[in-house]
């Protein structure tokens, strides 16, 4: 059983310019296929080494395996298909499978795109995929491709859905396959070292209308963090690795693991720097763990402070203030951790003087780095359905957070975009000059100037979000700018049924839902009650440790508990 993993080239000028990212995905695949016997498989990353569709044919045409695995984000699902269908031209005995985020919500529509997909995976993909590669080996595909868990097809045009596979409870059991990639070629340009994304752990308890990694991965599970370290310490040891970014949404979440997990690499002295994503206010929480955090080598916090105007973060369900934002910017510089400060921009109500704001703001809070977002409502996410008829464009492969999907009502795309740029080019001008070259801390400076490196890079290449082939120049070139959209995509009307089993797969409390959507998932959701009593991700003074372990229910809701959840109550985006 020869099985060939592929990552889809797919560039929008977004988190690739800060260099070349190892995929974590084909890595805890395939170790979990291994552990279930199945050792013959290889990757190709199309992405990092820029292949064509010829030269991927070429490789196919050349390996003739049995299966040919992509995954995809929202963004990247036209380039997987086209992979897959290119794959299935040149290996037609070859069974196509495709997994990833996207595919799990949106798999009706894809399979109406593209019918020779013979197979989507759903959700967490280990478990799933080594059912459906055992299916294969045993004979039993496709006779009895009905039984296998957490998968989708085409059964003569009609789409079906199985039933959904049970989340891994026992994360510990899934040990990556680092091996399997070639890690010369995964260099993190701030700091010229290779770059891993472990996890902590997976999902998350809140449920912010505009995300949907809690609707993926359903259940949150904390990994032992004696056996993360283990895991870095095989990436430092073998592979050269020597900064990592956490891939959880939030690590913080779970102080007393994500503490475990700074002892143990103190207890290692590993020589490695990493970064992390979170909470504003999981930073006013952990006020005076912040020099043992960076003790443990985090030099890197993006804080979702996601908007100045407060007017904005009601929407997110996000309940930070401004203010909140401010201080814990001001507690990271304070302790020597460098603060990037995450802002969206391009809603309904945005103006050229809201986007002046955020600049404004930016400027007084004084991050190391800001990042502008264009607001992008998932189309599986809660958000995108509240929005209805305010959703125009349909052509995914856009949903990129640098293409501005969404119109303002006061200004036209090419303003916003160009407003967005300026303020780029004030806030690192400043930057340049008068901030990363007087930082004191050697360790902060040369990676301030890594990142500036990286992103000048990226600009004067024209790869900045995309700048190139939107053919932006500047404030003189607003009126030819082109952003490509594909009008001709349209979303596939989804039968009822299927609508009904993407609905039953996760759910939001009924508190953050609309009247519509309550109505029609009531009889589904009796137990998402149980997680009325969380604030939303990013906000409000409730954290994990507050909450009496008898009371904390499994993401969703529901009386299945982890493990080690008493365990826990005492308690990068570039």
Same mark, same amino acid.
């Given at each position: 059983?020869?099985?060939? =993993?592929?990552?889809?080239?797919?560039?929008c000028?977004?988190?690739?310019?800060?260099?070349?990212?190892?995929?974590? /995905?084909?890595?805890?695949?395939a170790?979990?296929?291994?552990?279930?016997?199945?050792?013959?498989?290889?990757?190709?990353?199309?992405?990092?080494?820029? %292949?064509?569709?010829?030269?991927?044919?070429?490789?196919? !045409?050349?390996?003739?395996?049995?299966?040919?695995?992509?995954? *995809?984000?929202?963004?990247?699902?036209?380039?997987?298909?086209?992979?897959?269908? #290119?794959?299935?031209?040149?290996?037609?005995?070859?069974?196509?499978?495709?997994?990833?985020?996207?595919?799990?919500? @949106?798999?009706?529509?894809?399979?109406?795109?593209?019918?020779?997909?013979d197979?989507?995976?759903?959700?967490?993909?280990?478990?799933v995929?080594?059912?459906?590669?055992?299916?294969?080996?045993?004979?039993?595909?496709?006779?009895?491709?009905?039984?296998? +868990?957490?998968?989708?097809?085409?059964?003569g045009?009609?789409?079906?859905?199985t039933?959904?596979?049970?989340?891994?409870?026992?994360?510990?059991?899934?040990?990556?396959?680092?091996?399997?990639?070639? /890690?010369?070629?995964?260099?993190?340009?701030?700091m010229?070292?290779p770059? *891993?994304?472990?996890?902590?752990?997976?999902?998350c308890?809140?449920?912010?209308?505009?995300?949907?990694?809690?609707?993926f991965?359903?259940?949150?599970?904390?990994?032992?963090?004696?056996?993360?370290?283990?895991?870095?310490?095989?990436?430092?040891?073998?592979?050269?690795?020597? =900064?990592f970014?956490?891939?959880?949404?939030?690590?913080?979440?779970?102080?007393?693991?994500?503490?475990?997990?700074?002892?143990?690499?103190?207890?290692r002295?590993?020589?490695?720097? /990493?970064?992390?994503?979170?909470?504003?206010?999981?930073?006013?929480?952990?006020?005076?763990?912040?020099?043992?955090?960076?003790?443990?080598? %985090?030099?890197?916090?993006?804080?979702?402070?996601?908007?100045?105007?407060?007017?904005?973060?009601?929407?997110?369900? !996000?309940?930070?203030?401004?203010?909140?934002?401010?201080?814990?910017?001001?507690?990271?510089?304070?302790?020597?951790?460098?603060?990037?400060?995450?802002?969206?921009?391009?809603?309904?109500?945005?103006?050229?003087?809201? #986007?002046?704001?955020?600049?404004?703001?930016?400027?007084?809070?004084?991050?190391?780095?800001?990042n502008?977002?264009?607001?992008?409502?998932?189309?599986?996410?809660?958000?995108?359905?509240?929005?209805?008829?305010?959703?125009?464009?349909?052509?995914?492969?856009?949903?990129?957070?640098?293409?501005?999907?969404? +119109?303002?009502? *006061?200004?036209?795309?090419?303003?916003?975009?160009?407003?967005?740029?300026?303020?780029?080019?004030?806030?690192? @001008?400043?930057?340049?000059?008068?901030?990363?070259? /007087?930082?004191?801390d050697?360790?902060?400076?040369?990676? %301030?100037?890594?990142?500036?490196?990286?992103?000048?890079?990226?600009?004067?290449e024209?790869?900045?979000?995309?700048l190139?082939?939107?053919?932006?120049?500047?404030?003189?070139?607003?009126?030819?700018?082109?952003?490509?959209?594909?009008?001709?995509?349209?979303?596939?009307?989804?039968?009822?049924?299927?609508?009904?089993?993407?609905?039953?797969?996760?759910?939001?409390?009924?508190? !953050?839902?609309?009247?519509?959507?309550?109505?029609?998932?009531?009889?589904?959701?009796?137990?998402?009650?149980?997680?009325?009593?969380?604030?939303?991700?990013?906000?409000?003074?409730?954290?994990?440790?507050?909450?009496?372990?008898?009371?904390? @229910?499994?993401?969703?809701?529901?009386?299945?508990?982890?493990?080690?959840?008493?365990?826990?109550?005492?308690?990068?985006?570039?």
């Open positions: 059983m020869r099985i060939l =993993f592929v990552h889809p080239n797919y560039q000028g977004g988190a690739e310019i800060a260099g070349k990212w190892s995929p974590a /995905w084909v890595a805890y695949l170790g979990y296929l291994k552990s279930g016997g199945y050792s013959d498989y290889s990757f190709v990353d199309a992405m990092t080494d820029e %292949l064509s569709d010829d030269e991927l044919r070429e490789i196919f !045409k050349r390996e003739q395996v049995d299966v040919i695995a992509t995954t *995809a984000n929202t963004p990247a699902i036209y380039t997987a298909e086209r992979l897959l269908k #290119i794959a299935k031209e040149e290996c037609p005995d070859a069974i196509t499978v495709l997994g990833g985020i996207h595919a799990t919500f @949106m798999f009706q529509q894809i399979l109406a795109e593209a019918p020779w997909i197979v989507i995976v759903r959700g967490e993909g280990e478990a995929t080594l059912n459906l590669i055992r299916a294969i080996d045993q004979g039993r595909w496709p006779a009895e491709r009905a039984e296998i +868990k957490g998968i989708a097809y085409l059964d045009g009609q789409c079906v859905a039933a959904a596979e049970p989340p891994i409870r026992d994360v510990d059991t899934i040990v990556a396959d680092w091996g399997v990639l070639d /890690w010369k070629k995964y260099q993190y340009i701030p010229g070292v770059v *891993a994304t472990p996890n902590l752990a997976r999902g308890p809140f449920t912010c209308s505009f995300c949907s990694q809690w609707k991965w359903r259940d949150y599970r904390v990994r032992d963090p004696k056996k993360v370290v283990d895991e870095i310490e095989v990436l430092h040891r073998e592979y050269g690795v020597g =900064f970014i956490l891939a959880d949404e939030e690590p913080t979440i779970n102080r007393k693991k994500f503490v475990e997990f700074c002892e143990e690499l103190i207890e002295n590993l020589p490695v720097y /990493w970064g992390i994503n979170t909470r504003v206010t999981d930073v006013l929480r952990d006020e005076e763990l912040l020099p043992f955090y960076r003790k443990a080598g %985090l030099i890197h916090i993006s804080l979702g402070t996601e908007a100045a105007a407060q007017l904005k973060l009601d929407l997110f369900n !996000k309940e930070t203030t401004v203010a909140q934002n401010k201080k814990a910017i001001d507690l990271l510089r304070a302790n020597g951790i460098v603060t990037e400060a995450q802002f969206i921009v391009g809603l309904e109500n945005e103006t050229k003087e809201t #986007i002046e704001e955020t600049y404004r703001m930016c400027v007084d809070w004084n991050p190391d780095m800001a502008w977002s264009m607001f992008t409502p998932w189309p599986f996410s809660d958000l995108f359905h509240q929005l209805g008829d305010k959703v125009e464009i349909f052509d995914f492969e856009k949903y990129n957070f640098v293409t501005p999907i969404m +119109k303002p009502n *006061a200004m036209d795309r090419a303003e916003l975009l160009d407003a967005v740029m300026n303020n780029y080019r004030r806030f690192y @001008m400043k930057k340049s000059f008068l901030g990363y070259p /007087w930082v004191r050697p360790i902060r400076r040369k990676y %301030l100037l890594g990142c500036l490196k990286a992103f000048l890079k990226s600009a004067f024209r790869k900045f979000y995309s190139g082939k939107h053919n932006y120049w500047g404030p003189q070139a607003k009126g030819k700018i082109n952003f490509g959209f594909d009008e001709s995509r349209k979303l596939v009307k989804q039968d009822a049924k299927i609508e009904q089993q993407v609905i039953q797969w996760k759910t939001a409390p009924p508190r !953050k839902r609309s009247a519509a959507t309550n109505e029609a998932i009531k009889t589904a959701d009796a137990n998402a009650n149980a997680m009325a009593g969380f604030k939303a991700c990013g906000g409000g003074d409730q954290q994990m440790e507050d909450v009496a372990p008898t009371k904390i @229910m499994a993401c969703g809701g529901g009386d299945q508990q982890l493990p080690d959840a008493a365990s826990a109550m005492p308690r990068f985006k570039i």
